[in-house]
């Protein structure tokens, strides 16, 4: 066993030593029966970030909240595309034209009618904001939208688009609002409320406390056997966990950021007290760290260096020992279950040896004192930047930190919020950030699109020698009528990211849940973003 390694296994027995004690402070005791004895027909979860803004055509709200409130034309499941509120839809022969017939008797929470002109006003203000929506294809397809009806609407493209049904499923923007909460006719400058047609009504917010959701009796799918649904802003880590315990909240899962609240021998101890039930995905996305290969004074703008930083990386050992295995191991950008991803790509295996002899070829230099190379003059030095709300991604980096150093490379490991790191990511300014691809419902196509974003990862793609060929070929895919040339060119682009080694692959993840022993019906969406809370009951 080597020092890592061992180093790794230490820090995690003393999580699981502090995790286990369980104990009621002051007092000796441990306490393990209120999420028992106190569940109610209420879900109270803990999140580490408040709900903030839920207007479902901008970007800061959460997204499992507003999967509660908001509801698409149609669903993405693992069996396709399937009606919502949408009951049907034709396109015509040419792929431009598509005509949804909606279902009838549906109301927004304000009591205002869902019909055809509800339809048109919220996917015009959702195109008036065109930039906003760049990363999102077909809001640059859209040529109108139009009432036929009361109940139908014809949504003409301006090309064929192949996506078009699974990017209108999405947990935002494509989603609608009541028109009465509208400023101006429009959403972008704010909205006056935030009713939509879905299960649960927000009715209390008090920021970075709680928000409170009830069950909408009027719901067209039958009203929720839950009947109120708490959001909670904890800090993740023992403070969750102690809350759990007495019973404070009753329900955790990863959020739409990746991050779970508690670790794994946290999770471990709650199951083992007989109160609570663990539940796990299928692989839903790949935790990766994004590389900024447009940054020119930064080694890792360079291919060697990239390549080097991935061989360091001893996956399995994060897979098994950080992870408890509980994730698996990645060496793509796209795990084996996301559709185009069977691709056979150069392999990258965890190799010292090769991370070295790849330094030494570029030039990067050993010290005298065989420490952190240098060219130049140069050091080989990095800021890798993680949310400091995951404990996971804090001892994922301290390991990384420690493994690239053998290889002579010098890693400054920094914490911020998710939206300062979502601001890094948009505006260049950093070497190495933790991420995740956009997950199963979304992939490729959604995290490959965001290859050319600004607000995304335009500058982790930008710097490559061959990005006029992959943003060609991203244009293609995207326009593709023909299921073979897709998969080609899905192949070649996935090939390109792959080499260049921009996207630096570490597991897979899933989405978690940790829930009371008696709760039934836990399930998953197509999307890490969302969890169907109306089919839950106790």
Same mark, same amino acid.
């Given at each position: 066993?080597?020092?890592?390694?061992?180093?790794?296994?230490?820090?995690?027995?003393?999580?699981?030593?502090?995790?286990?004690?369980?104990?009621?402070?002051?007092?000796?005791?441990?306490?393990?029966?209120?999420?028992?004895?106190?569940?109610?027909?209420?879900?109270?979860?803990?999140?580490?970030?408040?709900?903030?803004?839920?207007?479902?055509?901008?970007?800061?709200?959460?997204?499992?909240?507003?999967?509660?409130?908001?509801?698409?034309?149609?669903?993405?499941?693992?069996?396709?595309?399937?009606?919502?509120?949408?009951?049907?839809?034709?396109?015509?022969?040419?792929?431009?034209?598509?005509?949804?017939?909606?279902?009838?008797?549906?109301?927004?929470?304000?009591?205002?009618?869902?019909?055809?002109?509800?339809?048109?006003?919220?996917?015009?203000?959702?195109?008036?904001?065109?930039?906003?929506?760049?990363?999102?294809?077909?809001?640059?397809?859209?040529?109108?939208?139009?009432?036929?009806?009361?109940?139908?609407?014809?949504?003409?493209?301006?090309?064929?688009?192949?996506?078009?049904?699974?990017?209108?499923?999405?947990?935002?923007?494509?989603?609608?609002?009541?028109?009465?909460?509208?400023?101006?006719?429009?959403?972008?400058?704010?909205?006056?409320?935030?009713?939509?047609?879905?299960?649960?009504?927000?009715?209390?917010?008090?920021?970075?406390?709680?928000?409170?959701? /009830?069950?909408?009796?009027?719901?067209?799918?039958?009203?929720?056997?839950?009947?109120?649904?708490?959001?909670?802003?904890?800090?993740?880590?023992?403070?969750?966990?102690?809350?759990?315990?007495?019973?404070?909240?009753?329900?955790?899962?990863?959020?739409?950021?990746?991050?779970?609240?508690?670790?794994?021998?946290?999770?471990?101890?709650?199951?083992?007290?007989?109160?609570?039930?663990?539940?796990?995905?299928?692989?839903?996305?790949?935790?990766?760290?994004?590389?900024?290969?447009?940054?020119?004074?930064?080694?890792?703008?360079?291919?060697?260096?990239?390549?080097?930083?991935?061989?360091?990386?001893?996956?399995? /050992?994060?897979?098994?020992?950080?992870?408890?295995?509980?994730?698996?191991?990645?060496?793509?950008?796209?795990?084996?279950?996301?559709?185009?991803?069977?691709?056979?790509?150069?392999?990258?295996?965890?190799?010292?040896?090769?991370?070295?002899?790849?330094?030494?070829?570029?030039?990067?230099?050993?010290?005298?004192?065989?420490?952190?190379?240098?060219?130049?003059?140069?050091?080989?030095?990095?800021?890798?930047?993680?949310?400091?709300?995951?404990?996971?991604?804090?001892?994922?980096?301290?390991?990384?930190?420690?493994?690239?150093?053998?290889?002579?490379?010098?890693?400054?490991?920094?914490?911020?919020?998710?939206?300062?790191?979502?601001?890094?990511?948009?505006?260049?300014?950093?070497?190495?950030?933790?991420?995740?691809?956009?997950?199963?419902?979304?992939?490729?196509?959604?995290?490959?699109?965001?290859?050319?974003?600004?607000?995304?990862?335009?500058?982790?793609?930008?710097?490559?020698?061959?990005?006029?060929?992959?943003?060609?070929?991203?244009?293609?895919?995207?326009?593709?009528?023909?299921?073979?040339?897709?998969?080609?060119?899905?192949?070649?682009?996935?090939?390109?990211?792959?080499?260049?080694?921009?996207?630096?692959?570490?597991?897979?993840?899933?989405?978690?849940?940790?829930?009371?022993?008696?709760?039934?019906?836990?399930?998953?969406?197509?999307?890490?973003?969302?969890?169907?809370?109306?089919?839950?009951?106790?």
């Amino acid at each position: 066993m080597n020092k890592r390694v061992a180093n790794v296994l230490v820090f995690m027995l003393s999580i699981m030593l502090l995790a286990g004690c369980g104990q009621t402070p002051g007092t000796g005791q441990t306490d393990t029966g209120s999420a028992k004895n106190e569940v109610k027909s209420e879900l109270i979860y803990a999140s580490a970030k408040d709900i903030n803004d839920m207007n479902p055509h901008l970007y800061t709200g959460s997204m499992p909240a507003q999967g509660m409130v908001y509801e698409s034309l149609v669903e993405n499941t693992v069996d396709g595309i399937k009606p919502l509120l949408a009951e049907s839809w034709d396109i015509a022969g040419d792929g431009k034209t598509y005509t949804f017939h909606l279902r009838k008797g549906v109301k927004f929470h304000d009591g205002e009618p869902f019909n055809a002109e509800a339809v048109v006003q919220n996917i015009t203000a959702v195109q008036s904001n065109a930039e906003k929506h760049s990363w999102i294809k077909l809001s640059a397809k859209i040529k109108s939208v139009e009432a036929v009806d009361e109940y139908t609407v014809k949504l003409t493209l301006s090309e064929p688009y192949y996506l078009a049904l699974v990017e209108l499923s999405m947990t935002r923007p494509y989603v609608f609002l009541s028109p009465k909460d509208f400023k101006d006719g429009r959403t972008k400058d704010g909205v006056n409320g935030y009713h939509g047609t879905g299960p649960y009504k927000l009715t209390e917010h008090k920021v970075d406390q709680y928000a409170t959701f /009830t069950a909408n009796e009027d719901y067209w799918g039958g009203a929720p056997s839950i009947r109120q649904i708490t959001a909670k802003v904890l800090p993740a880590g023992e403070t969750t966990l102690l809350a759990l315990q007495k019973g404070e909240v009753n329900f955790v899962f990863t959020d739409d950021r990746g991050a779970d609240s508690i670790d794994v021998a946290a999770m471990r101890q709650l199951v083992d007290s007989g109160d609570y039930q663990l539940v796990r995905s299928a692989a839903m996305n790949t935790k990766m760290i994004v590389a900024n290969s447009s940054k020119a004074d930064s080694p890792a703008s360079e291919t060697a260096v990239r390549e080097a930083f991935w061989h360091a990386i001893d996956r399995e /050992t994060i897979s098994s020992v950080i992870s408890d295995g509980t994730e698996t191991a990645a060496f793509a950008l796209f795990s084996s279950n996301v559709n185009y991803a069977n691709v056979s790509l150069k392999e990258r295996a965890y190799d010292v040896g090769k991370a070295g002899d790849l330094l030494e070829s570029a030039g990067w230099k050993p010290g005298n004192d065989g420490g952190i190379r240098s060219k130049g003059g140069k050091p080989l030095s990095m800021k890798l930047y993680y949310d400091s709300n995951s404990s996971s991604q804090k001892i994922q980096a301290e390991f990384i930190q420690d493994a690239v150093k053998e290889v002579g490379m010098q890693l400054e490991i920094i914490g911020e919020e998710s939206a300062s790191i979502a601001n890094r990511r948009a505006t260049g300014d950093y070497d190495l950030l933790f991420n995740q691809t956009w997950g199963l419902a979304y992939d490729p196509q959604s995290t490959i699109t965001a290859f050319t974003s600004e607000s995304a990862y335009k500058h982790t793609t930008s710097g490559i020698a061959q990005k006029e060929e992959l943003y060609s070929k991203i244009n293609d895919v995207m326009v593709s009528t023909d299921e073979e040339s897709r998969k080609v060119l899905y192949a070649d682009i996935m090939r390109i990211v792959h080499d260049e080694a921009v996207f630096i692959p570490l597991t897979n993840g899933s989405v978690t849940v940790i829930a009371p022993k008696n709760l039934q019906g836990v399930s998953f969406k197509q999307t890490q973003y969302e969890l169907p809370f109306e089919q839950m009951k106790f």
